[in-house]
């Protein structure tokens, strides 16, 4: 997924920014909880994006098997566009954990963007 408001080296600098790491796992906790599904906080910020990974592997594994209703109702709820990722789905990876990796660089996208935009006002 390509993001072109915010310069590639912010966007590589700011996956080793603990606030905005802290901020994603926030933010994924919060869009999560509202479809009752739990997701904790990692314990070691260092594999955060790991741990978090594996979370959503298996929520997302389970939904897409069982309940894809919510789990369209939770992409709306994220901001990913369900007929978008079907088209560009990686088919080395098994989908649930293609649209995990998605889910997981939006909530970041979604961080970033607001800090971005708050440093640099600017540019709105």
């Known amino acids: 997924m390509s993001y072109n408001l915010i310069p590639k080296q912010d966007v590589e600098k700011a996956k080793f920014n603990e606030l905005i790491v802290h901020e994603t796992a926030q933010q994924v906790i919060k869009d999560f909880a509202g479809f009752g599904m739990e997701v904790t906080f990692p314990d070691n910020l260092h ?11 298996l929520l997302v594994g389970d939904l897409l098997h ?5 789990l369209s ?4 709820q994220i901001d990913l566009d369900e007929s978008k990722f079907k088209e560009e789905s990686d088919r080395s ?3 649930h954990e293609w649209l995990s990796e998605m889910i997981l660089h939006r ?18």
Do not use: G, I, M, W
């Open 73 to 76: 109702a939770l992409l709306y």
């Open 107 to 124: 909530e970041f996208l979604k961080v970033l963007t607001r800090h971005y935009f708050k440093d640099h006002p600017e540019k709105l």
């Open 47 to 57: 594999y955060a994006y790991d741990d978090l990974l594996q979370q959503l592997t």
């Open 66 to 70: 069982n309940e894809e209703e919510k």
């Open 93 to 95: 990876l098994h989908e």
